[in-house]
Structure formats: structure tokens, C-alpha cells
């Protein structure tokens, strides 16, 4: 069974590890596939958008151009500048204007409040930069007066130690830049976000930064690529551009855009198959969209060079297990469990009836044994006795009367041994029949200690009667021969199983609704692990073995079937060496 079991699970692994082969090689292929509608996806999105700069950018919703607002620039490169079409706010012109016209009255401004600030009349040189910021646009020192009387304030602040005004001033400054509220150069911007720094480059001027490399790019005649990649200390921005390479359409898009607007048009695709995207440099391999790389992932790539995209495509399954898998492999286990626990069971049911089909057959072939020498001794004695008497050599008459009296007693022993094996036999079969008639329990137990006692004249035990009479008399339903036999066999254990001149103890007790009749010896007692199989038919304890005390093992059986029958029962009570006591329990009668 243990074998066949082992099999079983041997098999359960080999088809698990099958599965699991099966799975790998589907996920492989499911990657592979998925690769390459991941990259048609998102080339056909590029074209897509390539096809909307090149005719009406931005306004192009279908596209998802229209999604292109703070983390996107549309720019038309020129010859002449970079023009914004959609998107982020250009920050400033690549441009230098050669001559910018200053304008007289901001430009005295300027030099009057530089002027008190060089004094250290701070208070006067502020009051000079706010006239001189109601100049707005007009142009002094290369800027608009508005701006210029910005900085001017920054430095008087800083000057005049009142950092907070300067904190102030530095974040106005920061933010007319960023809302790029007045025109500026690339020169004066980078001159005066310098002043106001202290912040981190924002998303505006990475883009209106990434424009100006651009336009750059075109004015040296770079050719445009379609769509590539611009590398700044911040990470790279995807550049798609559209028309002729002297002035084209640019879209500069930071990876925020692009996982909204690009990557999310492939999620659908990827959505509940266990795997995930991810775009990584073809420079330098970082990975710029999706988690990075790590060893022993399983993933299937498509190179940039093959693709024609701007990025390395990688599927790369998700870890953990795929759910359908693990369920048939939860189905497949607990079938084999249920299987290997069948096999089992069956096998603990085979082991079990085998070992009581061989105790049985023990205890028959002991039962045989033991009751052909029950038979034999008597017999022998009869035999023997008969001879003596038939040949007439007997001495006296007295002799001759204890002969007889012996022939009788062996006689009457064989006459209960056959009676308590054909009722044995009756009880087993369901046959017994037992005529109920109200018993008075005590006169019954006198009665029978008293014609036991008188079968066993020559006993060296001492046999107690029950002391005190009960009144009133306690009395039971039952069949008195049956309930006399009871009685007997256990007078007979007692004295069997007590070493000679032991005390056996009868008595009767009213408990409760019941009537007890207990047998106590001062016997071998009966060991805690025989005392319940002592009841089952054939069995014989150790000390009736070890011993070689006559016995058949049914008595205590058919007691207690006799007992049970009667709607009570019989029970031991015992210490080893000490002694036991048996009682039969009957439900009293009502009188
Ligand atoms: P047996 O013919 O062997 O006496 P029983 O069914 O009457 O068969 O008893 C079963 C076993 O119970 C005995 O073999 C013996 O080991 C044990 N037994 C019964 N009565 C006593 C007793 N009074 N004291 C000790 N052991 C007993």
C-alpha cells in the first residue's frame, strides 16, 4: 500500500512538473506574441501622432495629441525660432533679438534706482524699481522693465538683509519666468532663473530647453530623425517629429506623457495576462518606463534597431504564479491526496481484517484446545471412577458413596460446561430466549452461594453471603436460571483466580433505580489493558494463560450478553495482585 502510495505521489510530481513545463513554454510563447502587438501598437500610435504634426497638430483629439498639455511641447522649428503650437508654455525665444530697441524712459528708470541702490538707499532704490516696473514690456538692458525691476528688487532685498521680501521677490521673480509672462531671450531667461533659483528645473523649461537643442540641431542642419530620444540630467524626453527637416513640427514629451498617452494604449493589450511593459534606452539600456530589469526574469525583447522605436520593448511576466495553473495544480494535488489517502485506508481496512481474521482463528484454535481439556479431566474422572465401581473394587461403602458423589459432581460440572456453551451459542446466534419473572435479588444470591458452596465442599476459600438484608427486599425482572448462571461464573472466576484461602465477598445493593450484585476476590486482579477484551468471547487473560488456569474464555462474554439482555450491565473494578470486583447492574422492579 505504502508503495503504491509512493507511486501515486511519485506520478502526482512528474505530471506537476509537466504542467509546469507547459506552462513556461506557453508564457514564452504568450510573451513573444504579446511583444510584438505591444511594438505594432505603439508604432501605429507614433505614426499616428507623426501624421497629426504633420497636418493639424494639436487639435488632433483622436490621436492623443489633445492629452498633450504640461508634460508636452508641440514647437514648429524655423530658420526664424521656435513657435509653440500646443502644449507647455515655451519659456523664452532661442533667439537673441541683435538690437533690442531699449526703451529711454525705463532704461533712466533703471540707472536712477541703480543709482540710490549703489548708495545704499534702499528704501529709494526700491521705490525707483516698482516705477520702473510699470514700464511692462518695454525693453531696458535686454529684458522687459517688468522683469528687469524684479531683479533689481531681489538684489536691493538681499542687500538690505530682508530675506524674507527677497524670498518673496525671488518666487514672483520664478514664477512671471515660468508663466512666461513677458518675452524673453534664452540668455536673459537662463540670466534671471538663476536669480531667482531655488527651486528644481521645472517641467516648462525641460521642455522649452529641449526645444531650443532642437531648433538648434535644425539650424545645423542635423537631420531630423522621426522619432528618437533627448537625454537630459532629468531623464530622457521622446522627440517625434513631422515635415521637412528645415522646419518641422517637433513633439517633445516628457515619460509621464508618454506611459499616459503611449504605454496605456498597450495596457488593454497586457491587461489579466500576467505580464507587464517596459521601454529601456537603447543608449545606455536604463529603463525608462515600467521597473528595471532583474536577474532571472523571463521576458521577451524587441531591440529598437528592429522595431524602428525610439526604445528596447520588453513583455516581461509578472512573478508569482499564473492563477489557472495553480488551480489545476490544487485540483491535481488534492485529487492525488484523495487518492493516496483511499489507498490508505483501504490498505489500514485490508491490515485490520487480516489481524483480526488471525486472532480470531488464535483464539477459536485456543478455544478448541481449552475446551477439549475442560471435556477431557472431568471425563477421565468418570471413566476412571466407573471402572473402579464395575469391577466392584471398592473397599467400603463409604468409599463407594464418595465415588458416586464424585461421579455426580464431575457429571453436573460437564452438565454446566455444555449448558454454557449451547447458551453461548444461542446468545451468539440472537436465539436466546429468557422467561422474565419478578427475582428477589437477595434470596436469588443466597441461594446460589449456598448450592455453590455445596458444589464445592472441598474449597479452601472462604465464601461470604451478603451480611444485612435489605428491606424492602430489592427485586428484578429477569430469568432467574440465566441471572443463577451469571452469578455462577463469576463465583467460579473469583475462586479460579484467587490464590487458595482467599475471602470472595458477595453482596446486594440498591443504587438508585438499580439493583447491584457485586463478586470481590482477593485475587491475581486483571491488568488496566485486558479489563474491557476480558468481555469479548474466547479471550483469556495473561493470568489464565500464564497460569494454566482451566477456562474457555467465554464466560465473562456470555455473562455480560446475559446482563445486557436484561437491560443492565456488568462491569470490573480491579488492582493487580489485589483483587476484583465484578457487579452486575440490573434496573430494579417496581413491586
Ligand atoms: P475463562 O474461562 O478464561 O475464565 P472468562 O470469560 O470467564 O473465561 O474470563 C475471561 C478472562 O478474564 C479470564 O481468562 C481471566 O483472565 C479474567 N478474569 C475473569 N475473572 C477474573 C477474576 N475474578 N480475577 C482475575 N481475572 C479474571
Known amino acids: ?199 528644481h528645473v521645472s517641467t516648462a523649461e525641460r521642455l522649452s530647453d529641449a526645444a531650443t537643442r532642437l531648433w538648434d540641431a535644425s539650424n545645423r542642419d542635423a537631420p531630423a530623425t522621426p522619432l528618437t530620444t533627448l537625454d537630459t540630467p532629468e531623464g530622457p524626453l521622446l522627440v517625434v517629429t513631422a515635415g521637412a527637416s528645415s522646419k518641422h513640427v517637433a513633439l517633445i514629451a516628457t515619460s509621464t506623457f508618454v506611459e499616459r498617452e503611449l504605454v496605456a494604449t498597450v495596457s488593454g493589450l497586457l491587461e489579466g495576462r500576467g505580464v507587464r511593459l517596459a521601454l529601456d534606452s537603447p543608449k545606455d539600456g536604463r529603463t525608462l518606463v515600467g521597473s528595471s530589469r532583474s536577474a532571472g526574469e523571463r521576458q521577451a525583447m524587441r531591440l529598437a534597431v528592429e522595431t524602428g522605436l525610439p526604445w528596447n520593448v520588453r513583455i516581461v511576466s509578472i512573478d508569482g504564479e499564473d492563477p489557472l495553473l495553480a488551480r489545476r495544480r490544487a485540483t491535481l494535488m488534492a485529487g492525488l491526496g484523495v487518492l493516496i489517502l483511499f489507498v490508505l485506508t483501504g490498505g489500514w481496512f485490508v491490515g485490520r481484517g487480516v489481524t483480526r481474521e488471525l486472532e480470531v482463528a488464535r483464539l477459536k484454535s485456543e478455544f478448541v484446545a481449552a475446551v477439549s481439556h475442560e471435556f477431557r479431566t472431568p471425563l477421565t474422572t468418570i471413566v476412571q471412577l466407573s471402572e473402579l465401581l464395575r469391577g466392584g473394587r471398592v473397599a467400603g461403602e463409604a468409599d463407594r458413596q464418595a465415588y458416586y458423589d464424585l461421579l455426580h459432581g464431575e457429571g453436573t460440572r460437564l452438565r454446566r460446561l455444555v449448558e454454557r456453551l449451547l447458551n453461548f451459542g444461542r446468545i451468539e446466534s440472537g436465539q436466546a430466549e429468557y422467561r422474565l419473572v419478578s427475582v428477589d ?62 475471602r470472595i465477598d458477595v453482596s446486594v445493593h440498591r443504587a438508585g433505580e438499580n439493583v447491584e450484585i457485586r463478586v470481590s476476590d482477593q485475587g491475581v486482579g486483571i491488568p488496566e489493558a485486558e479489563r474491557h477484551r476480558i468481555f469479548e468471547p474466547f479471550v483469556r487473560g495473561a493470568a489464565a494463560r500464564d497460569r494454566q488456569i482451566r477456562g474457555t474464555g467465554v464466560g465473562l462474554s456470555l455473562a455480560r450478553a446475559i446482563v445486557r439482555s436484561h437491560g443492565g450491565d456488568l462491569t470490573v473494578d480491579s488492582v493487580v495482585d489485589r483483587g476484583s470486583t465484578f457487579t452486575v447492574r440490573l434496573p430494579g422492579a417496581t413491586v
Not at 472462604?462 to 461464573?489: F, K
Open 441 to 502: 435479588v437477595s434470596e436469588l444470591v443466597r441461594s446460589c452461594v449456598d448450592e455453590f458452596r455445596a458444589a464445592r465442599v472441598s474449597s479452601p476459600h472462604e465464601l461470604a453471603q451478603p451480611d444485612e438484608a435489605i428491606e424492602p427486599p430489592p427485586s428484578v425482572r429477569a430469568d432467574r436460571e440465566a441471572l443463577g448462571t451469571v452469578l455462577w461464573n463469576l463465583l467460579e472466576n473469583a475462586l479460579k483466580y484467587s490464590p487458595d484461602g482467599g
Open 1 to 199: 500500500m505504502v508503495a503504491l502510495a509512493a507511486t501515486l505521489g511519485w506520478l502526482g510530481r512528474r505530471l506537476i512538473e509537466n504542467e509546469n513545463d507547459l506552462a513556461r513554454s506557453r508564457a514564452t510563447d504568450l510573451r513573444e506574441t504579446l511583444a510584438d502587438r505591444a511594438v505594432a501598437v505603439l508604432q501605429q500610435r507614433l505614426a499616428d501622432w507623426r501624421q497629426a504634426l504633420g497636418s493639424s497638430p494639436a487639435s488632433d483629439s483622436e490621436t492623443g495629441l489633445a492629452g498633450c498639455r504640461d508634460d508636452c511641447i508641440v514647437v514648429r522649428l524655423s530658420a526664424d525660432g521656435v513657435r509653440r503650437l500646443a502644449g507647455s508654455p515655451l519659456l523664452y525665444s532661442p533667439t537673441e533679438s541683435e538690437n533690442p530697441v531699449s526703451d529711454r524712459f525705463a532704461t533712466a528708470m533703471l540707472q536712477s534706482a541703480g543709482l540710490e541702490h549703489s548708495r545704499g538707499r534702499y528704501r529709494e532704490a526700491l521705490a525707483g524699481y516698482d516705477r520702473l516696473e510699470s514700464r511692462g514690456a518695454a525693453v531696458t538692458a535686454g529684458m522687459p522693465a517688468a522683469l528687469a525691476a524684479r531683479a533689481g528688487r531681489l538684489v536691493v532685498h538681499q542687500r538690505a538683509g530682508d530675506i524674507e521680501s527677497g524670498l518673496a521677490e525671488a518666487r514672483a521673480l520664478a514664477r512671471d519666468l515660468e508663466a512666461a509672462r513677458w518675452p524673453v531671450s534664452y540668455s536673459t531667461f537662463k540670466y534671471l532663473v538663476a536669480q531667482a533659483r531655488e527651486r
